[in-house]
């Protein structure tokens, strides 16, 4: 079935960070832009993640916060707090949008067997003094299947998803899954042209964190180059790793923006000025 019919009804996966709206005034200006989204013809699809609240109770709670390659190491405790964070945010997003006048449906990507994964096996990382280890990351799934029936029915019923990565395993056991793969997987099984994924960088740094070289445009094959010169680290990792999915099953361009540059969003998809970096295949 043919989804999309020029940019009537154009679907897009929109995903956001945890450090992208958590400003004052940045939730209610992306309700807006959601909204002028749909007014100019777009359909799109919210997934968001919650790494900094994540860790913020983790450690009020008196837990470790570890990562490994970019991923929340997620024991039960860990697996806890990320689902009731992630929740939280999720009906503050939902909340927006009403206010915003967009109709919205939050739900867990565990809602319906819509997002299905299984644990992921451990990573091979580097411990302190260079040598190679493997690590058990708990809790962490990776994505083996996506149904969009029920996506397809909101969407239908002019309804926008608003989806936070909690999923489940075919067994039904909760998987903490990183909000960026689930957006690939979610924007490849969906049909989408495009993937943007609001952080809060203004897109990949050619100097690597906390740099200020923007690279406005790259390829699949100049991130693998990238990523070996360590210049994408820590969360830009599965960032990179989550473009390539969905260039590869379909997707058709990937835009990074940063959230806290205001409208970014409609400035690209809308009136397609330049901005963040757009990664394509190459
Ligand atoms: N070369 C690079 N260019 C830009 N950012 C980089 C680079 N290498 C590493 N990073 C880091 O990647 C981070 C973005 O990934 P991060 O997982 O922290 O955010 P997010 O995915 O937007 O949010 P969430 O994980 O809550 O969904 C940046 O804040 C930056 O610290
Ligand atoms: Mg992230």
Same mark, same amino acid.
């Given at each position: ?95 927006? *949008?009403?206010? #915003?006048? !967009?109709?919205?449906? $939050? %739900? ?7 997002? =299905? &994964? ?107 180059? *990238?990523?070996? #010169?360590? !210049?994408?680290?820590? $969360? %830009? ?7 390539? =999915? &969905? ?36």
């Amino acid at each position: 079935m043919e989804q999309s019919q020029g940019i009537s009804g154009r679907r897009v996966l929109v995903k956001f960070g945890g450090n992208a709206l958590s400003g004052e005034g940045d939730l209610e200006r992306f309700g807006r832009d959601i909204s002028s989204l749909l007014n100019a013809g777009f359909k799109p699809i919210l997934v968001h993640g919650g790494g900094p609240e994540i860790s913020q109770e983790m450690e009020r709670r008196g837990l470790k916060v570890k990562k490994v390659s970019g991923l929340r190491v997620t024991d039960d405790g860990a697996l806890q707090v990320a689902a009731e964070v992630l929740s939280r945010i999720n009906a503050q997003v939902v909340e927006a *949008l009403t206010r #915003a006048g !967009v109709d919205a449906h $939050g %739900m867990a990507g565990s809602e319906k067997g819509t997002v =299905i &994964a299984q644990k992921m096996p451990p990573v091979t990382t580097e411990d302190g003094s260079g040598h190679e280890v493997h690590v058990d990351l708990g809790s962490v799934g990776e994505v083996s299947h996506v149904e969009p029936s029920f996506l397809e029915e909101l969407m239908g019923d002019g309804i926008v998803p608003v989806i936070y990565p909690i999923c489940a395993d075919e067994h039904g056991s909760a998987l903490n899954v990183n909000a960026d793969t689930v957006a690939a997987h979610v924007a490849r099984a969906a049909g989408a042209k495009e993937m943007v994924l609001v952080t809060d960088v203004p897109g990949i740094l050619r100097g690597g964190e906390g740099s200020k070289e923007l690279i406005p445009s790259t390829t699949l094959s100049e991130i693998d180059r *990238l990523i070996e #010169a360590k !210049v994408i680290t820590g $969360g %830009m990792v599965p960032k990179v790793e989550a473009c390539r =999915i &969905a260039l590869l099953n379909g997707v058709g361009t990937v835009y990074m923006l940063n959230g806290k540059e205001p409208h970014s969003l409609i400035k690209r998809l809308v009136h397609g000025q330049d901005s963040g970096t757009k990664i394509t295949v190459g």
